[in-house]
């Protein structure tokens, strides 16, 4: 293990995914016993490996600074002899646990989960040359619609509003009778005897119910032959032209007639 | 009539449905006990696992799917888009942690690792291998994760047992060191650092 430490030493610190990651790495390269680990030598070389964490970010490096003074914190605690008095003080399983215990026990349950990872690992590579119907779209790419929160917070936000009494309000419905609209064709095309131009008896930004409704009127009007869409040419503009009706269908006036439509 | 016909009705009804059917579905539709579903099943993988074939039938997520042969992958890569790229070393790790020990807080997944996990989180939410899956009763009710059906299919997995087992139970922290420890020191008693041990 002795001569090829200096090589080894150039080992790069971001290949490792954190300190126990590279306290792993050197207790596999030095072939250390993980249950029984000289803390000393490990914690030297751990220093000497995150010499250089300075040039790293400050989170990556804190979490490696965070480990090398758990390991010297061990290796001190290691140092002390046990007195053997504040030992039976203490009596129980704070005195005679070996202060190496909690990181054997991360370092163990670590290299499980890493274990795990790389199997996880070829069951990707395997999975990644397998095609399924559909299963696979990729439409992971995609925005996720609820950025940060989850449909249950949206939800109880929601509940929160709610129950604030001043955010409600009558929500008045759109009522736009016929017979107005009727009223309101027969009177434009009477003014203009050339005839209004269909497009325009439209409203701009007008609802889609007063589209509707606007265009049920025309056609009542034209039922009635109260009024006549006259087109000259193809795709040309469509004009509604009135009618003076000298003779109403079943003999009532057209005023009346208009009265109950 | 149904024997006539099931394991046609059956190919069917995998290569119409857009995911996983599973056994109970399968004899829902073909209008047999799961039992006998189960049979059709076999009989129909093993036509499937005849070599010469480009197809697989394979179960996943809890259900059967029909999948193409790795050994095609190429020319079905020229065919459709390359996939999204895999995951990175971290975020399996911690996929793997919340495998094994789901449900589990974003705190422990960190002890585990020994480093802040809220980018990885953020990654397999993403991905949509992990979910929310409540909260825990502790300080701050912190936020729980679990894995997705998407998981299972993205490893292949027919559910969440058949990850492969871990080694070591690390739950117990103490036992497994002690444990450990008694064997060793067993084998090796030169082992000098050891002493303390004893004493516990």
């Given at each position: 293990m002795g001569l090829p430490r200096i090589e080894s030493y150039t080992v790069r610190l971001e290949k490792f995914e954190g300190p126990l990651d590279l306290l792993l790495h050197l207790i596999r390269r030095e072939e250390m016993n993980i249950y029984d680990i000289p803390i000393a030598r490990i914690t030297e070389q751990y220093l000497e490996i995150i010499k250089d964490v300075v040039a790293m970010d400050i989170d990556r490096a804190s979490e490696f600074l965070v480990m090398a003074a758990t390991l010297l914190g061990i290796k001190s605690r290691m140092l002390l002899p046990k007195p053997p008095k504040a030992a039976e003080e203490e009596s129980g399983a704070e005195a005679g646990l070996d202060p190496r215990e909690e990181l054997v026990r991360q370092l163990v349950a670590y290299s499980q989960y890493k274990e795990a990872a790389q199997a996880l690992r070829e069951q990707e590579m395997t999975m990644a040359r397998v095609y399924t119907r559909q299963l696979f779209v990729e439409a992971k790419d995609q925005t996720a619609p609820l950025e940060g929160l989850t449909l249950k917070d949206l939800v109880k936000a929601f509940e929160e509003v709610l129950k604030d009494e001043w955010n409600w309000r009558e929500v008045p419905r759109e009522e736009i009778p016929l017979r107005e609209k009727i009223r309101e064709i027969n009177f434009r095309i009477a003014r203009s005897p050339s005839g209004v131009r269909f497009r325009d008896l439209f409203t701009r930004g007008g609802s889609r119910l007063e589209i509707v409704v606007t265009f049920l009127a025309l056609l009542e009007l034209i039922r009635q032959k109260r009024a006549v869409a006259v087109q000259d040419a193809t795709f040309g503009e469509i004009l509604i032209r009135r009618i003076l009706v000298t003779e109403p269908a079943g003999g009532q006036a057209p005023e009346e007639d208009d009265e109950d439509a | 009539m149904i024997w006539n016909h099931g394991k046609a009705i059956l190919e069917a009804i995998l290569l119409a449905s857009p995911e996983p059917l599973s056994l109970r579905r399968i004899a829902e539709v073909i209008g047999l006990d799961e039992k006998d579903a189960r049979i059709l099943v076999d009989d129909l993988r093993k036509e499937y696992a005849q070599p010469g074939r480009g197809i697989d039938l394979k179960e996943i997520a809890g259900g059967f799917v029909f999948t193409t042969r790795p050994e095609y992958a190429e020319y079905v890569e020229k065919l459709l888009q390359p996939r999204a790229k895999g995951l990175s070393h971290a975020a399996l790790e911690t996929l793997a942690i919340i495998a094994y020990r789901?449900?589990?807080t974003k705190a422990e997944i960190e002890g585990v690792r020994g480093v802040k996990a809220d980018h990885t989180v953020d990654t397999l939410l993403d991905r949509k291998l992990i979910k929310e899956v409540g909260r825990k009763?502790?300080?701050?009710r912190p936020v729980l994760f679990g894995t997705t059906k998407d998981f299972l299919q993205y490893f292949g997995l027919?559910?969440?047992?058949?990850?492969p087992p871990l080694s070591v139970d690390t739950t117990d922290a103490g036992l497994i060191l002690r444990q450990q420890r008694e064997s060793v020191v067993g084998e090796e008693p030169a082992t000098g650092e050891a002493e303390e041990s004893e004493a516990s």
């Open positions: - | 789901q449900p589990v009763e502790a300080p701050g027919s559910e969440l047992s058949a990850l």
